[in-house]
Protein backbone atom coordinates (compact mmCIF):
# COMPACT_ATOMS: atom_id res chain seq x y z
CA UNK A 1 0.00 0.00 0.00
CA UNK A 2 1.23 3.14 -0.60
CA UNK A 3 1.33 5.60 2.25
CA UNK A 4 0.60 8.71 2.29
CA UNK A 5 1.82 12.18 4.28
CA UNK A 6 -1.98 14.06 4.65
CA UNK A 7 -2.11 17.59 5.83
CA UNK A 8 -4.62 19.32 7.33
CA UNK A 9 -3.96 22.77 8.16
CA UNK A 10 -6.57 25.78 9.26
CA UNK A 11 -7.24 28.38 11.63
CA UNK A 12 -8.72 27.55 14.99
CA UNK A 13 -11.90 26.24 15.68
CA UNK A 14 -12.12 24.98 12.07
CA UNK A 15 -11.96 21.29 14.05
CA UNK A 16 -8.60 20.14 12.69
CA UNK A 17 -7.72 18.04 15.80
CA UNK A 18 -11.21 15.78 15.84
CA UNK A 19 -10.79 15.93 11.92
CA UNK A 20 -7.48 14.05 11.84
CA UNK A 21 -7.87 11.64 14.58
CA UNK A 22 -10.89 10.39 12.77
CA UNK A 23 -8.81 10.08 9.64
CA UNK A 24 -5.73 8.72 10.81
CA UNK A 25 -8.34 5.97 12.43
CA UNK A 26 -10.15 5.39 8.91
CA UNK A 27 -6.54 4.75 7.43
CA UNK A 28 -4.96 2.79 9.85
CA UNK A 29 -2.46 5.91 9.70
CA UNK A 30 -0.69 7.81 12.78
CA UNK A 31 -2.13 10.96 14.15
CA UNK A 32 0.23 13.79 15.20
CA UNK A 33 -1.29 17.07 16.60
CA UNK A 34 1.67 19.70 15.90
CA UNK A 35 -0.75 22.20 18.19
CA UNK A 36 -0.45 19.78 20.97
CA UNK A 37 3.47 19.92 20.53
CA UNK A 38 2.98 24.30 20.83
CA UNK A 39 0.56 23.76 23.86
CA UNK A 40 3.44 21.32 25.84
CA UNK A 41 6.36 24.20 24.98
CA UNK A 42 3.46 27.02 26.20
CA UNK A 43 2.47 25.04 29.16
CA UNK A 44 6.13 24.45 30.55
CA UNK A 45 6.81 28.11 29.67
CA UNK A 46 3.61 29.07 31.76
CA UNK A 47 4.91 26.56 34.60
CA UNK A 48 8.52 27.62 34.66
CA UNK A 49 7.16 31.43 34.25
CA UNK A 50 9.74 31.87 31.23
CA UNK A 51 8.81 35.33 30.02
CA UNK A 52 7.09 35.51 26.85
CA UNK A 53 9.16 38.09 25.71
CA UNK A 54 12.07 36.21 25.31
CA UNK A 55 12.59 34.10 22.29
CA UNK A 56 16.06 32.93 23.45
CA UNK A 57 14.69 31.24 26.49
CA UNK A 58 11.71 29.71 24.74
CA UNK A 59 13.67 28.75 22.23
CA UNK A 60 16.32 26.96 24.52
CA UNK A 61 12.75 25.29 26.63
CA UNK A 62 12.23 23.63 24.01
CA UNK A 63 15.29 21.88 23.30
CA UNK A 64 15.52 20.83 26.71
CA UNK A 65 11.68 19.47 26.47
CA UNK A 66 10.61 16.00 25.67
CA UNK A 67 7.20 15.83 24.24
CA UNK A 68 5.89 12.27 23.86
CA UNK A 69 2.60 11.81 21.87
CA UNK A 70 1.11 8.86 22.82
CA UNK A 71 -2.15 6.91 21.00
CA UNK A 72 -3.39 3.43 22.83
CA UNK A 73 -6.31 1.81 22.75
CA UNK A 74 -8.21 5.03 21.29
CA UNK A 75 -7.08 7.46 23.40
CA UNK A 76 -4.26 9.99 22.98
CA UNK A 77 -2.16 11.66 25.79
CA UNK A 78 0.26 14.14 25.68
CA UNK A 79 3.11 13.61 27.74
CA UNK A 80 5.89 16.45 28.74
CA UNK A 81 9.23 15.23 30.19
CA UNK A 82 7.02 12.30 31.28
CA UNK A 83 4.22 14.18 32.73
CA UNK A 84 0.83 13.29 31.24
CA UNK A 85 -0.68 17.01 30.22
CA UNK A 86 -3.19 15.86 28.04
CA UNK A 87 -6.04 17.67 30.04
CA UNK A 88 -3.79 20.59 30.87
CA UNK A 89 -3.05 22.17 27.94
CA UNK A 90 -6.28 22.36 26.50
CA UNK A 91 -7.59 25.35 28.50
CA UNK A 92 -7.68 28.88 27.50
CA UNK A 93 -4.85 30.16 29.58
CA UNK A 94 -2.24 27.90 27.48
CA UNK A 95 -3.98 28.30 24.03
CA UNK A 96 -3.50 31.99 24.64
CA UNK A 97 0.34 31.19 25.40
CA UNK A 98 0.82 28.33 22.69
CA UNK A 99 -0.20 31.52 19.88
CA UNK A 100 2.97 33.67 21.36
CA UNK A 101 5.13 30.21 21.56
CA UNK A 102 4.17 29.66 17.76
CA UNK A 103 5.79 32.42 16.42
CA UNK A 104 9.16 32.52 18.23
CA UNK A 105 11.41 31.26 15.28
CA UNK A 106 13.69 28.92 17.52
CA UNK A 107 10.76 27.20 19.10
CA UNK A 108 9.66 26.24 15.55
CA UNK A 109 12.77 25.07 14.29
CA UNK A 110 13.24 22.82 17.37
CA UNK A 111 9.45 21.13 16.99
CA UNK A 112 9.57 21.17 12.80
CA UNK A 113 12.28 18.82 13.19
CA UNK A 114 10.92 16.82 15.71
CA UNK A 115 7.56 16.58 13.19
CA UNK A 116 9.70 15.60 10.12
CA UNK A 117 11.23 13.29 11.19
CA UNK A 118 8.21 11.51 13.28
CA UNK A 119 6.41 11.18 9.75
CA UNK A 120 9.25 10.37 7.27
CA UNK A 121 7.82 7.22 6.35
CA UNK A 122 4.37 8.82 5.85
CA UNK A 123 1.33 6.54 7.18
CA UNK A 124 1.34 10.14 9.08
CA UNK A 125 -1.88 12.72 9.45
CA UNK A 126 -0.83 15.44 10.88
CA UNK A 127 -2.63 18.92 11.31
CA UNK A 128 -1.55 22.47 12.42
CA UNK A 129 -1.17 25.97 10.92
CA UNK A 130 1.59 25.33 8.55
CA UNK A 131 1.82 21.87 7.98
CA UNK A 132 1.35 21.99 4.52
CA UNK A 133 3.45 24.90 3.54
CA UNK A 134 6.38 24.98 6.03
CA UNK A 135 7.09 21.19 7.34
CA UNK A 136 5.72 18.96 4.61
CA UNK A 137 5.20 21.23 1.34
CA UNK A 138 5.69 17.65 -0.48
CA UNK A 139 3.02 15.95 1.30
CA UNK A 140 0.65 13.69 -0.93
CA UNK A 141 -2.51 15.31 0.54
CA UNK A 142 -2.94 18.57 2.20
CA UNK A 143 -6.28 19.85 3.31
CA UNK A 144 -7.17 23.38 4.08
CA UNK A 145 -10.06 22.81 6.61
CA UNK A 146 -11.98 26.26 7.46
CA UNK A 147 -15.72 27.54 8.22
CA UNK A 148 -17.17 30.74 8.97
CA UNK A 149 -15.66 32.74 12.10
CA UNK A 150 -19.32 32.38 14.49
CA UNK A 151 -19.57 28.86 13.86
CA UNK A 152 -15.57 28.17 14.63
CA UNK A 153 -16.15 30.66 17.90
CA UNK A 154 -19.52 28.22 19.13
CA UNK A 155 -17.43 25.17 18.24
CA UNK A 156 -14.26 26.40 20.56
CA UNK A 157 -17.07 27.63 23.23
CA UNK A 158 -18.29 24.22 23.57
CA UNK A 159 -14.92 22.91 24.05
CA UNK A 160 -13.84 25.14 26.68
CA UNK A 161 -17.78 24.37 28.53
CA UNK A 162 -16.69 20.37 28.20
CA UNK A 163 -13.37 21.36 30.15
CA UNK A 164 -15.12 23.01 33.10
CA UNK A 165 -14.57 26.79 31.72
CA UNK A 166 -17.78 29.24 30.92
CA UNK A 167 -17.17 31.58 28.48
CA UNK A 168 -19.50 34.13 26.87
CA UNK A 169 -20.04 33.80 23.09
CA UNK A 170 -19.06 37.17 22.58
CA UNK A 171 -15.79 36.45 24.56
CA UNK A 172 -14.79 33.38 22.47
CA UNK A 173 -15.43 35.21 19.05
CA UNK A 174 -13.24 37.91 19.81
CA UNK A 175 -10.43 35.81 20.85
CA UNK A 176 -10.73 33.31 17.90
CA UNK A 177 -10.78 36.74 15.57
CA UNK A 178 -7.63 37.61 17.64
CA UNK A 179 -5.60 34.15 16.93
CA UNK A 180 -7.30 34.58 13.21
CA UNK A 181 -5.17 38.00 12.91
CA UNK A 182 -2.12 36.98 15.29
CA UNK A 183 -1.73 33.64 12.71
CA UNK A 184 -2.25 34.92 9.74
CA UNK A 185 0.15 38.01 10.33
CA UNK A 186 2.78 36.53 12.10
CA UNK A 187 6.17 36.59 10.78
CA UNK A 188 7.21 33.10 10.84
CA UNK A 189 4.76 30.31 9.37
CA UNK A 190 1.73 32.32 8.84
CA UNK A 191 -0.89 30.62 8.08
CA UNK A 192 -1.78 30.50 4.80
CA UNK A 193 -3.69 28.17 2.10
CA UNK A 194 -0.70 26.37 0.48
CA UNK A 195 -1.40 26.81 -3.71
CA UNK A 196 -1.78 23.25 -3.84
CA UNK A 197 -4.66 22.19 -0.81
CA UNK A 198 -7.96 21.14 -1.35
CA UNK A 199 -9.98 23.45 0.21
CA UNK A 200 -13.10 21.73 3.18
CA UNK A 201 -15.48 24.10 4.52
CA UNK A 202 -16.95 22.14 7.38
CA UNK A 203 -19.36 25.31 8.00
CA UNK A 204 -22.19 23.08 7.84
CA UNK A 205 -20.53 19.60 7.93
CA UNK A 206 -19.68 17.42 10.87
CA UNK A 207 -16.54 15.93 12.21
CA UNK A 208 -17.54 12.02 10.56
CA UNK A 209 -18.90 13.31 7.41
CA UNK A 210 -15.39 15.61 7.07
CA UNK A 211 -13.22 13.53 7.98
CA UNK A 212 -15.42 10.65 5.06
CA UNK A 213 -14.53 13.61 2.53
CA UNK A 214 -10.90 13.39 3.00
CA UNK A 215 -10.56 9.59 3.37
CA UNK A 216 -11.94 9.29 0.18
CA UNK A 217 -9.60 12.08 -1.06
CA UNK A 218 -7.28 9.97 0.34
CA UNK A 219 -7.93 7.01 -0.97
CA UNK A 220 -7.64 8.10 -5.04
CA UNK A 221 -4.08 9.60 -3.62
CA UNK A 222 -2.76 6.29 -2.74
CA UNK A 223 -3.88 4.72 -5.90
CA UNK A 224 -2.33 7.39 -7.95
CA UNK A 225 0.84 7.21 -6.35
CA UNK A 226 0.92 3.38 -6.15
CA UNK A 227 -0.28 3.38 -9.89
CA UNK A 228 2.63 5.67 -10.83
CA UNK A 229 5.23 3.45 -8.64
CA UNK A 230 4.34 0.99 -10.96
CA UNK A 231 5.14 2.45 -13.80
Avoid: H
Avoid at 17 to 26: D, N, Q, Y
Avoid at 76 to 82: A, H, K, N, T
Avoid at 128 to 144: C, M, Q, S
Amino acid sequence: MSRLIVTIDGPVGSGKSTVARRVAELLGYAYLDSGAMYRAVAWKALRENTPFDCEEKLAALAGATRIDLVSTDGSYRVLVDGTDVTQQIRTAAVAQAASKVAVVAGVRTVLVSEQRRAAERGGVVMEGRDIGTVVFPDAGLKIFLDAAVEVRAERRRLEYAQKGERLEFSEVLEEVRQRDRRDRERAVSPLVRARDAVLVDNTAMGAEETARLIVLLAREREAAKAEAQQV
